[in-house]
C-alpha cells in the first residue's frame, strides 16, 4: 500500500522560497510516477510537475516552469517541490500523487479522482 506524507508547508513571505517534501513509502514491485499538485481556496486542483522516479525524467506544467521544479532523493524516497519568487497566489493546499498507470502526464488529467494514491496535503501562505 503506497502512502504519501506531505511535509513543509508554513507561511512566506511575497518573493521567498520554499521546498515542500513528499515522503513515499509502500512501493511495490511497480515503480509509479509521483506528482505535486495544488488547490488554491476556491479553485480546482491542478497539477504541478511530476517525475518518473526510475530515471529521474520531469514533466511540468508550463505556466509555472522557471519557479517550481520537482526533484527526487533516492536514497530517502523523498520528492520535492522547489517553489521561488512566490506570489499570493500560490496560496493553497498543496498535495502530492502517485499513480501505477498514470505517469508524468497524471498532472494533465482532468479527473484527479482516476489518481490512486494521494497524501493528505500542506497548506502554506504567502502573505
Known amino acids: 500500500h503506497v502512502q504519501l506524507v506531505e511535509s513543509g508547508g508554513g507561511s512566506v513571505r511575497p518573493g521567498g522560497s520554499l521546498r515542500l517534501a513528499c515522503a513515499v513509502s509502500g512501493y511495490t514491485h511497480d515503480t509509479f510516477c509521483v506528482g505535486w499538485f495544488r488547490q488554491a481556496p476556491g479553485k480546482e486542483r491542478e497539477g504541478i510537475a511530476a517525475i518518473y522516479p526510475d530515471d529521474g525524467r520531469t514533466y511540468d506544467r508550463d505556466s509555472m516552469k522557471g519557479r517550481f521544479s520537482i526533484s527526487q532523493d533516492d536514497v530517502n524516497n523523498t520528492v520535492y517541490l522547489q517553489m521561488n519568487s512566490l506570489e499570493p497566489a500560490d496560496t493553497a493546499m498543496y498535495y502530492c500523487?502517485?499513480?501505477?498507470?498514470?505517469?508524468?502526464?497524471?498532472?494533465?488529467?482532468?479527473?484527479?479522482?482516476?489518481?490512486?494514491?494521494w497524501g493528505q496535503g500542506t497548506q502554506f501562505t504567502v502573505s
Open positions: 500523487a502517485a499513480d501505477p498507470f498514470f505517469c508524468l502526464t497524471m498532472i494533465d488529467i482532468k479527473d484527479l479522482n482516476r489518481i490512486k494514491y
